[in-house]
């Protein structure tokens, strides 16, 4: 039985963890083209690397809380690690698409498994009076993570070799690892609720069939009948949970959520916003070291911008909300991010870098208040004893609609290439951020259904009253 550690000590755990995994989300778009030069690949076809490990984080994402109840929280935490720990050094050691794609699948089941169980983690072992202070220490590797995975990918892809960004986990998994086993406690939860396996199982070959499927569209790394076949798999798997979720007490993913009107708005809006935000982090830097023939580290550099911008974003999403209302902010601020993705479109090899690091950053400060917003809406009309199920859907449907978002960026692209004839250049991304830039700004519909005082709990915010209550927002991870 380890010695537990203090509350102070726990969050800090968790965040090493977190770090490890938010910098490895990051960290490999902008590596994408030298690892496609190195496998001898389409760099097209490398966004299978990013999809599959989205899709593995969720399709198991709502495995997470019930392994933590039936094995105890400590146990597949430390799985979790290890599981992603050795995916990375699989990842490290590929020499083809098809064994980077299964190790990235690898490192997604292990992801899954570490943001939910870390909160678990500390809910469990921190007093209440500690939690706020304790949950700042252990968001603070989401913010920092995604910020340095850029610098830290270009770094090592121009300065040593792709293959680091995975090996550099090695020594941060094995910290993470001796660190829990040594000093977390394993609660476990006596009074378990059943598992849904069947829907588990349904909803899996769902979104799996649906992502592969969708994924190869137009491309030519799957026969046509192979891509028809898989989309059917995919739709009949779906409404035979659909159909099982009505029959079940407590289904995986539950839809009936969905009948709530902010729930609704928040998850379909949110989700074909994060489709076109989704597109940027294989779009941009592909676009500037393939179309504009930039070092990988100079296109980090670059698209830190966007970082930077998230983070400056965090301290006035409340006061912006609060002051304006969410549906006024998520109706406008989604035309707004639209636009701007829209225009990344724009760039070509001679433009300024001043302005394209003016325009990143301007995408991540509005695409920060949008996911803050978002992120809070989502749980404004959702009862206390339904909260962990609502969070289960969303947090699923976050990923699919980003692995969505790089799936629509790489096939707008193949398709422009097959209709021009031309080769990758800077026109070529043209018609790619045209989609993905009108796909933000229809998700802007579902906001403006929204009465005017939606989600006036959460945000502080009243009609004629500017004087409201102090708003309590959850921070966006994504």
């Known amino acids: 039985m380890?010695?537990?550690?203090?509350?102070?000590?726990?969050?800090?755990i968790v965040a090493c963890a977190l770090f490890m995994e938010n910098l490895d989300a990051t960290v490999i778009a902008t590596a994408l083209p030298d690892i496609a030069r190195s496998l001898g690949e389409d760099p097209l076809h490398l966004s299978l690397a990013m999809t599959s490990y989205m899709l593995a984080l969720a399709v198991f994402l709502p495995l997470s809380g019930w392994a933590a109840d039936r094995f105890g929280a400590r146990t597949v935490f430390a799985s979790a690690i290890a599981v992603f720990t050795a995916g990375s050094v699989l990842c490290g050691l590929s020499n083809g698409l098809a064994?980077?794609?299964?190790?990235?699948i690898l490192q997604g089941i292990g992801g899954a498994m570490m943001a939910p169980v870390g909160r678990l983690i500390l809910l469990r072992s921190v007093p209440k009076g500690?939690?706020?202070?304790?949950?700042a220490r252990m968001t603070l590797p989401a913010l920092i993570g995604p910020a340095l995975g850029p610098l830290v990918g270009g770094a090592i892809s121009t300065y040593a070799s792709w293959r680091w960004i995975f090996f550099i986990n090695i020594p941060i998994g094995l910290l993470g690892?001796?660190?829990?086993l040594s000093l977390i406690p394993n609660h476990r939860e006596e009074n378990r609720d059943p598992f849904d396996g069947v829907g588990f199982a349904l909803s899996g070959v769902a979104l799996a069939a649906f992502m592969f499927g969708f994924e190869n569209v137009g491309r030519d790394l799957l026969p046509p009948l192979a891509v028809v076949a898989l989309l059917a798999v995919a739709l009949a798997a779906a409404l035979l949970y659909l159909r099982h979720a009505r029959r079940v007490e407590?289904?995986?993913?539950?839809?009936?959520?969905?009948?709530?009107?902010?729930y609704a708005a928040a998850i379909f809006g949110g989700t074909l916003f994060r489709v076109g935000i989704g597109a940027v982090p294989f779009l941009v830097p592909v676009m500037l070291q393939i179309g504009f023939g930039l070092s990988a580290f100079a296109s980090g550099a670059l698209t830190f911008a966007g970082a930077a911008g998230a983070l400056t974003m965090k301290a006035l999403a409340g006061p912006i909300l609060r002051r304006a209302g969410f549906r006024r902010v998520l109706m406008v601020n989604a035309l707004v991010s639209g636009v701007i993705l829209a225009g990344y479109g724009a760039f070509r090899p001679?433009?300024?870098h001043t302005l394209i690091l003016a325009a990143l950053l301007a995408g991540g400060f509005f695409r920060s208040l949008q996911f803050t917003g978002i992120n809070s809406l989502t749980y404004a009309e959702v009862p206390s004893d339904k909260t962990s199920r609502a969070n289960t859907l969303a947090l699923v449907m976050q990923q699919v609609s980003l692995s969505l978002g790089v799936a629509v960026g790489a096939s707008a692209?193949?398709?422009t290439l097959l209709w021009s004839g031309g080769p990758l250049n800077a026109a070529a991304f043209v018609p790619a951020f045209a989609i993905v830039g009108t796909l933000a700004c229809v998700s802007s519909l579902f906001f403006w259904r929204l009465p005017a005082d939606a989600g006036a709990e959460i945000s502080g915010h009243r009609i004629g009253n500017d004087n409201a209550a102090k708003p309590r927002l959850t921070d966006a991870a994504d």
């Open 2 to 12: 380890p010695r537990a550690a203090s509350p102070r000590v726990i969050p800090l």
């Open 99 to 104: 064994e980077l794609v299964a190790a990235r």
């Open 130 to 135: 500690q939690l706020v202070a304790a949950m």
């Open 177 to 180: 690892l001796g660190l829990v």
């Open 250 to 262: 407590r289904p995986v993913l539950d839809p009936s959520l969905l009948r709530l009107p902010t």
């Open 350 to 352: 001679d433009t300024p």
């Open 413 to 415: 692209l193949h398709l």
